[in-house]
Protein backbone atom coordinates (compact mmCIF):
# COMPACT_ATOMS: atom_id res chain seq x y z
CA UNK A 1 0.00 0.00 0.00
CA UNK A 2 0.79 3.46 -0.69
CA UNK A 3 0.79 5.93 1.94
CA UNK A 4 -1.77 7.94 -0.39
CA UNK A 5 -3.34 4.57 0.05
CA UNK A 6 -2.94 4.23 3.63
CA UNK A 7 -4.37 7.28 4.62
CA UNK A 8 -7.34 6.87 2.12
CA UNK A 9 -7.79 3.51 4.09
CA UNK A 10 -7.75 5.91 7.14
CA UNK A 11 -10.44 7.85 5.91
CA UNK A 12 -12.81 4.73 4.69
CA UNK A 13 -12.37 3.39 8.36
CA UNK A 14 -13.38 6.90 9.67
CA UNK A 15 -16.17 7.28 7.42
CA UNK A 16 -18.08 3.72 8.40
CA UNK A 17 -18.32 5.49 11.81
CA UNK A 18 -21.22 7.31 10.49
CA UNK A 19 -23.10 3.85 9.64
CA UNK A 20 -26.49 4.01 9.94
CA UNK A 21 -27.04 7.66 10.57
CA UNK A 22 -26.25 9.39 7.71
CA UNK A 23 -28.05 8.13 5.16
CA UNK A 24 -29.46 9.61 2.28
CA UNK A 25 -26.36 11.12 2.34
CA UNK A 26 -23.17 9.10 2.14
CA UNK A 27 -20.36 7.59 4.42
CA UNK A 28 -17.23 10.60 4.21
CA UNK A 29 -13.79 10.17 6.07
CA UNK A 30 -11.49 12.58 5.97
CA UNK A 31 -7.93 13.00 7.66
CA UNK A 32 -5.00 15.98 7.37
CA UNK A 33 -1.63 15.33 6.98
CA UNK A 34 1.39 17.22 7.81
CA UNK A 35 5.07 15.53 6.94
CA UNK A 36 3.77 12.05 7.39
CA UNK A 37 1.51 12.79 10.70
CA UNK A 38 -2.24 12.97 10.63
CA UNK A 39 -3.32 16.39 12.51
CA UNK A 40 -6.88 16.08 11.83
CA UNK A 41 -9.46 13.92 11.51
CA UNK A 42 -13.39 13.54 10.92
CA UNK A 43 -16.40 11.95 9.35
CA UNK A 44 -20.08 12.84 8.32
CA UNK A 45 -21.57 11.68 11.79
CA UNK A 46 -25.40 12.87 10.95
CA UNK A 47 -27.23 13.47 8.20
CA UNK A 48 -27.90 16.96 7.65
CA UNK A 49 -25.09 18.06 9.88
CA UNK A 50 -21.37 18.74 9.31
CA UNK A 51 -19.14 17.19 6.50
CA UNK A 52 -16.07 14.91 7.10
CA UNK A 53 -14.00 17.91 5.93
CA UNK A 54 -15.79 20.56 8.48
CA UNK A 55 -15.02 18.04 11.36
CA UNK A 56 -11.56 16.87 10.37
CA UNK A 57 -10.22 21.22 10.12
CA UNK A 58 -12.15 21.52 13.39
CA UNK A 59 -10.14 19.06 14.99
CA UNK A 60 -7.27 20.31 14.32
CA UNK A 61 -5.54 21.55 17.98
CA UNK A 62 -4.88 25.51 17.82
CA UNK A 63 -0.69 24.17 18.45
CA UNK A 64 -1.36 22.93 15.01
CA UNK A 65 -3.70 25.59 12.77
CA UNK A 66 -0.74 27.34 11.42
CA UNK A 67 -0.10 23.68 9.83
CA UNK A 68 -3.19 23.19 7.61
CA UNK A 69 -1.66 25.79 5.07
CA UNK A 70 1.21 22.98 4.40
CA UNK A 71 -0.93 19.86 4.83
CA UNK A 72 -2.51 17.29 2.46
CA UNK A 73 -6.12 16.96 3.31
CA UNK A 74 -7.35 13.02 2.15
CA UNK A 75 -11.26 12.49 1.74
CA UNK A 76 -12.97 9.81 0.58
CA UNK A 77 -15.22 11.99 -1.67
CA UNK A 78 -14.99 14.51 -4.03
CA UNK A 79 -15.99 17.57 -1.68
CA UNK A 80 -18.95 19.10 -2.49
CA UNK A 81 -19.45 22.25 -4.53
CA UNK A 82 -23.26 22.88 -3.25
CA UNK A 83 -25.03 25.07 -0.71
CA UNK A 84 -27.17 22.16 0.73
CA UNK A 85 -28.12 21.75 4.41
CA UNK A 86 -24.48 23.05 4.95
CA UNK A 87 -21.98 25.46 2.95
CA UNK A 88 -19.62 23.96 0.49
CA UNK A 89 -16.35 22.39 1.57
CA UNK A 90 -14.43 23.15 -1.21
CA UNK A 91 -14.69 26.63 -0.35
CA UNK A 92 -13.57 25.75 3.59
CA UNK A 93 -10.55 23.85 1.69
CA UNK A 94 -9.88 27.22 -0.39
CA UNK A 95 -10.32 29.16 2.76
CA UNK A 96 -7.92 27.26 4.72
CA UNK A 97 -5.21 27.53 1.87
CA UNK A 98 -4.71 23.84 2.09
CA UNK A 99 -2.39 23.18 -0.68
CA UNK A 100 -3.29 19.41 -1.68
CA UNK A 101 -6.45 17.61 -1.56
CA UNK A 102 -6.80 13.90 -2.53
CA UNK A 103 -9.88 12.25 -3.03
CA UNK A 104 -10.64 8.80 -2.80
CA UNK A 105 -13.90 8.93 -5.87
CA UNK A 106 -15.98 11.48 -7.37
CA UNK A 107 -19.35 12.48 -6.18
CA UNK A 108 -21.97 11.52 -8.32
CA UNK A 109 -24.22 13.51 -7.04
CA UNK A 110 -25.76 16.07 -9.72
CA UNK A 111 -25.35 19.32 -7.45
CA UNK A 112 -21.35 18.17 -7.15
CA UNK A 113 -20.46 15.70 -10.02
CA UNK A 114 -16.58 17.06 -10.73
CA UNK A 115 -17.82 20.70 -9.81
CA UNK A 116 -15.78 20.44 -6.26
CA UNK A 117 -12.70 19.25 -8.04
CA UNK A 118 -12.80 22.09 -10.46
CA UNK A 119 -13.35 24.77 -8.04
CA UNK A 120 -10.41 23.41 -6.04
CA UNK A 121 -8.14 22.93 -9.28
CA UNK A 122 -9.35 26.96 -10.20
CA UNK A 123 -8.33 27.93 -6.35
CA UNK A 124 -4.45 26.32 -7.65
CA UNK A 125 -4.78 23.73 -5.16
CA UNK A 126 -2.93 20.43 -6.30
CA UNK A 127 -5.61 17.35 -6.68
CA UNK A 128 -5.01 13.92 -7.14
CA UNK A 129 -8.46 11.86 -7.33
CA UNK A 130 -8.81 7.69 -7.66
CA UNK A 131 -7.19 6.69 -4.60
CA UNK A 132 -8.77 3.37 -3.22
CA UNK A 133 -11.56 4.47 -5.73
CA UNK A 134 -13.63 1.53 -5.60
CA UNK A 135 -13.00 1.09 -1.54
CA UNK A 136 -14.41 4.09 -1.85
CA UNK A 137 -17.37 3.89 -4.53
CA UNK A 138 -18.24 -0.14 -2.56
CA UNK A 139 -18.48 1.96 0.90
CA UNK A 140 -21.59 4.11 -0.72
CA UNK A 141 -23.12 1.82 -2.83
CA UNK A 142 -26.20 2.08 -2.23
CA UNK A 143 -25.71 6.13 -2.83
CA UNK A 144 -23.66 5.61 -6.03
CA UNK A 145 -26.26 3.32 -7.54
CA UNK A 146 -29.08 5.72 -6.91
CA UNK A 147 -26.88 8.57 -8.64
CA UNK A 148 -25.77 6.73 -11.43
CA UNK A 149 -28.03 4.31 -12.57
CA UNK A 150 -30.87 7.15 -11.46
CA UNK A 151 -32.42 3.53 -9.34
CA UNK A 152 -32.16 2.18 -5.93
CA UNK A 153 -30.06 -0.46 -5.27
CA UNK A 154 -31.57 -4.00 -5.07
CA UNK A 155 -31.45 -6.57 -2.71
CA UNK A 156 -33.09 -9.73 -3.59
CA UNK A 157 -33.05 -12.01 -0.52
CA UNK A 158 -34.47 -15.14 -0.21
CA UNK A 159 -34.87 -18.72 1.86
CA UNK A 160 -34.79 -22.29 0.11
CA UNK A 161 -34.67 -25.96 1.06
CA UNK A 162 -31.89 -28.19 0.49
CA UNK A 163 -33.54 -29.15 -2.71
CA UNK A 164 -34.31 -25.75 -3.76
CA UNK A 165 -37.97 -24.56 -2.64
CA UNK A 166 -39.05 -21.66 -1.45
CA UNK A 167 -42.44 -22.41 -0.19
CA UNK A 168 -44.44 -25.50 -0.53
CA UNK A 169 -47.17 -25.97 -3.36
CA UNK A 170 -50.10 -25.05 -0.60
CA UNK A 171 -48.65 -22.55 0.79
CA UNK A 172 -47.66 -24.22 4.13
CA UNK A 173 -45.49 -22.41 6.43
CA UNK A 174 -42.01 -23.40 5.98
CA UNK A 175 -39.59 -23.34 8.64
CA UNK A 176 -35.94 -22.86 6.63
CA UNK A 177 -34.19 -20.14 9.10
CA UNK A 178 -33.53 -20.36 12.03
CA UNK A 179 -33.18 -17.63 14.71
CA UNK A 180 -29.35 -16.62 13.81
CA UNK A 181 -30.42 -16.08 10.25
CA UNK A 182 -33.62 -14.20 11.43
CA UNK A 183 -32.03 -11.72 13.59
CA UNK A 184 -29.46 -11.09 10.23
CA UNK A 185 -32.79 -10.08 8.19
CA UNK A 186 -33.17 -7.71 10.90
CA UNK A 187 -30.20 -6.17 10.48
CA UNK A 188 -30.36 -6.23 6.75
CA UNK A 189 -33.98 -4.61 7.28
CA UNK A 190 -32.52 -1.69 9.38
CA UNK A 191 -29.84 -0.99 6.46
CA UNK A 192 -32.02 -0.29 3.55
CA UNK A 193 -34.20 2.21 3.36
CA UNK A 194 -37.14 0.06 1.59
CA UNK A 195 -38.52 -3.17 1.79
CA UNK A 196 -40.75 -5.32 -0.90
CA UNK A 197 -42.88 -8.13 -1.03
CA UNK A 198 -45.79 -9.21 -3.31
CA UNK A 199 -49.20 -9.12 -3.00
CA UNK A 200 -49.20 -13.27 -2.26
CA UNK A 201 -47.01 -13.18 0.40
CA UNK A 202 -48.29 -10.59 2.02
CA UNK A 203 -51.58 -12.38 2.66
CA UNK A 204 -49.98 -15.90 3.17
CA UNK A 205 -47.43 -14.63 5.57
CA UNK A 206 -48.75 -12.03 7.09
CA UNK A 207 -45.51 -10.46 7.84
CA UNK A 208 -45.02 -7.27 9.33
CA UNK A 209 -41.40 -6.14 7.53
CA UNK A 210 -40.26 -4.79 10.44
CA UNK A 211 -37.20 -4.88 12.54
CA UNK A 212 -37.51 -6.20 15.88
CA UNK A 213 -34.13 -8.00 16.17
CA UNK A 214 -31.72 -5.21 15.68
CA UNK A 215 -31.55 -2.20 16.96
CA UNK A 216 -32.46 0.67 14.88
CA UNK A 217 -35.15 2.42 12.43
CA UNK A 218 -38.01 0.60 10.18
CA UNK A 219 -37.36 0.45 6.40
CA UNK A 220 -40.41 1.84 4.67
CA UNK A 221 -42.56 -0.87 3.72
CA UNK A 222 -43.71 -1.73 -0.09
CA UNK A 223 -46.35 -3.54 -1.27
CA UNK A 224 -47.76 -4.32 -4.48
CA UNK A 225 -51.59 -4.13 -4.49
CA UNK A 226 -52.88 -3.61 -8.05
CA UNK A 227 -56.73 -3.22 -7.30
CA UNK A 228 -56.02 -2.37 -3.29
CA UNK A 229 -57.69 -5.80 -2.12
CA UNK A 230 -55.93 -6.36 0.81
CA UNK A 231 -57.11 -6.17 4.22
CA UNK A 232 -56.32 -3.60 6.57
CA UNK A 233 -55.91 -5.97 9.35
CA UNK A 234 -52.99 -7.32 7.70
CA UNK A 235 -49.45 -6.57 9.59
CA UNK A 236 -48.10 -4.87 7.00
CA UNK A 237 -50.80 -1.85 7.40
CA UNK A 238 -50.12 -1.47 11.16
CA UNK A 239 -48.84 1.90 12.31
CA UNK A 240 -45.60 0.68 13.13
CA UNK A 241 -44.04 2.00 9.93
CA UNK A 242 -44.89 3.86 6.82
CA UNK A 243 -46.48 1.28 4.27
CA UNK A 244 -46.32 2.45 0.59
CA UNK A 245 -49.47 0.16 -2.05
CA UNK A 246 -48.24 0.59 -5.37
CA UNK A 247 -51.44 0.09 -7.44
CA UNK A 248 -53.73 0.88 -10.07
CA UNK A 249 -56.40 3.52 -8.46
CA UNK A 250 -54.95 6.06 -6.85
CA UNK A 251 -52.39 8.37 -6.01
CA UNK A 252 -51.80 10.10 -2.29
CA UNK A 253 -47.86 10.48 -2.76
CA UNK A 254 -46.28 12.69 -4.84
CA UNK A 255 -43.32 11.90 -6.97
CA UNK A 256 -40.70 14.88 -4.80
CA UNK A 257 -42.47 13.67 -1.71
CA UNK A 258 -38.46 12.73 -0.70
CA UNK A 259 -38.31 10.92 2.61
CA UNK A 260 -40.02 12.27 5.56
CA UNK A 261 -42.53 9.54 5.97
CA UNK A 262 -44.57 8.99 8.76
CA UNK A 263 -46.16 5.65 10.03
CA UNK A 264 -49.00 5.50 7.86
CA UNK A 265 -50.29 4.08 4.67
CA UNK A 266 -49.15 5.74 1.41
CA UNK A 267 -50.71 4.96 -2.15
CA UNK A 268 -48.56 4.92 -5.41
CA UNK A 269 -50.56 4.33 -8.71
CA UNK A 270 -48.46 2.48 -11.51
CA UNK A 271 -49.30 1.78 -15.23
CA UNK A 272 -51.38 -1.51 -15.95
CA UNK A 273 -48.88 -1.71 -19.45
CA UNK A 274 -45.58 -1.10 -18.00
CA UNK A 275 -43.09 -3.38 -16.18
CA UNK A 276 -44.27 -3.16 -12.49
CA UNK A 277 -40.29 -3.64 -11.33
CA UNK A 278 -39.34 -0.87 -13.42
CA UNK A 279 -41.84 1.60 -12.13
CA UNK A 280 -41.25 0.31 -8.80
CA UNK A 281 -37.56 0.95 -8.88
CA UNK A 282 -38.28 4.18 -10.57
CA UNK A 283 -41.08 5.38 -7.82
CA UNK A 284 -38.15 4.33 -5.69
CA UNK A 285 -35.67 6.93 -7.66
CA UNK A 286 -38.63 9.90 -7.31
CA UNK A 287 -39.16 9.40 -3.50
CA UNK A 288 -35.42 8.97 -2.74
CA UNK A 289 -35.27 5.32 -1.09
CA UNK A 290 -32.06 4.78 -2.02
CA UNK A 291 -32.28 0.92 -1.94
CA UNK A 292 -34.53 -1.74 -1.25
CA UNK A 293 -34.92 -5.59 0.23
CA UNK A 294 -36.78 -7.55 -1.58
CA UNK A 295 -37.81 -10.52 0.61
CA UNK A 296 -40.47 -12.52 -1.98
CA UNK A 297 -42.85 -14.39 -3.18
CA UNK A 298 -40.97 -16.27 -6.11
CA UNK A 299 -42.93 -14.64 -8.60
CA UNK A 300 -41.85 -11.10 -7.44
CA UNK A 301 -37.74 -12.02 -7.29
CA UNK A 302 -38.55 -13.85 -10.67
CA UNK A 303 -39.35 -10.63 -12.48
CA UNK A 304 -36.54 -8.51 -10.96
CA UNK A 305 -34.08 -11.59 -12.04
CA UNK A 306 -35.89 -11.63 -15.64
CA UNK A 307 -35.31 -8.14 -16.25
CA UNK A 308 -31.86 -8.29 -14.52
CA UNK A 309 -32.85 -5.54 -12.17
CA UNK A 310 -30.35 -6.37 -9.22
CA UNK A 311 -27.61 -5.77 -7.61
CA UNK A 312 -27.01 -8.53 -5.03
CA UNK A 313 -28.84 -11.57 -4.28
CA UNK A 314 -28.69 -13.41 -0.91
CA UNK A 315 -30.05 -16.89 -0.03
CA UNK A 316 -30.32 -18.31 3.19
CA UNK A 317 -30.11 -21.82 2.85
CA UNK A 318 -31.16 -24.99 4.72
CA UNK A 319 -28.87 -27.82 4.24
CA UNK A 320 -31.08 -30.96 6.27
CA UNK A 321 -34.75 -29.01 4.95
CA UNK A 322 -36.07 -31.19 1.65
CA UNK A 323 -39.69 -30.64 0.59
CA UNK A 324 -40.75 -33.40 -2.23
CA UNK A 325 -43.11 -30.72 -3.65
CA UNK A 326 -42.79 -27.59 -3.54
CA UNK A 327 -42.51 -23.97 -5.29
CA UNK A 328 -38.95 -23.88 -7.29
CA UNK A 329 -36.59 -20.95 -6.27
CA UNK A 330 -35.58 -18.30 -8.30
CA UNK A 331 -32.90 -19.41 -10.18
CA UNK A 332 -32.88 -23.10 -9.30
CA UNK A 333 -34.10 -23.76 -13.43
CA UNK A 334 -30.86 -22.07 -14.32
CA UNK A 335 -32.63 -18.66 -15.33
CA UNK A 336 -29.70 -16.76 -14.50
CA UNK A 337 -25.68 -18.94 -15.28
CA UNK A 338 -24.31 -19.18 -12.02
CA UNK A 339 -21.28 -17.58 -13.59
CA UNK A 340 -23.61 -14.44 -14.26
CA UNK A 341 -24.76 -14.19 -11.06
CA UNK A 342 -21.39 -14.72 -9.12
CA UNK A 343 -20.04 -11.89 -11.09
CA UNK A 344 -22.62 -9.59 -10.13
CA UNK A 345 -21.13 -8.63 -6.38
CA UNK A 346 -18.76 -11.11 -5.19
CA UNK A 347 -20.09 -10.99 -2.05
CA UNK A 348 -23.08 -13.06 -2.65
CA UNK A 349 -24.34 -14.34 0.58
CA UNK A 350 -25.11 -17.97 1.08
CA UNK A 351 -25.82 -19.31 5.08
CA UNK A 352 -26.02 -23.19 5.26
CA UNK A 353 -27.45 -23.71 8.88
C1 LIG B 1 -18.74 16.22 1.35
N1 LIG B 1 -18.40 15.73 2.56
O1 LIG B 1 -18.82 14.51 4.36
C2 LIG B 1 -20.42 14.50 2.65
C3 LIG B 1 -20.75 14.99 1.36
O2 LIG B 1 -27.34 18.52 2.36
P1 LIG B 1 -25.88 18.48 2.62
O3 LIG B 1 -25.25 19.84 2.71
O4 LIG B 1 -25.50 17.61 3.79
O5 LIG B 1 -25.21 17.83 1.31
C4 LIG B 1 -25.43 16.48 1.00
C5 LIG B 1 -24.64 16.09 -0.22
O6 LIG B 1 -23.25 16.37 -0.01
C6 LIG B 1 -24.70 14.60 -0.53
O7 LIG B 1 -25.74 14.29 -1.42
C7 LIG B 1 -23.35 14.34 -1.16
O8 LIG B 1 -23.36 14.72 -2.52
C8 LIG B 1 -22.44 15.30 -0.41
N2 LIG B 1 -21.91 14.64 0.78
N3 LIG B 1 -19.89 15.82 0.75
O9 LIG B 1 -18.03 17.08 0.82
C9 LIG B 1 -19.17 14.90 3.24
N4 LIG B 1 -21.26 13.68 3.33
ZN1 LIG C 1 -19.29 18.94 1.89
Not at 64 to 92: M, W
Not at 167 to 180: E, G
Amino acid sequence: MTTDELYMQRCIQLAKSGAGNVAPNPMVGAVLVYKEKIIGEGYHQKYGEAHAEVNCIASVKIKDRQLIERSTLYVSLEPCAHFGKTPPCSNLIIRHKIPKVVIGSRDPFKEVNGRGIEKLKAAGIEVITGILGDACKDLNKRFFTFHTKQRPYIILKWAQTANKKIATNDNKRLIISNNITNRLVHKWRFEEASILVGTNTATADDPSLTNRLWTGKNPVRLIIDKNIRLPLSLKIFNRESPTIVFNYEKQTLEPGDTGNFTNQVYYFKIEKDKSLVRQIANACYQLNLQSILIEGGAKLLQSFIDEKLFDEIRIITNKDLIIGEGLAAPLSSGSLKQSEYFAIRNDNIYFIL
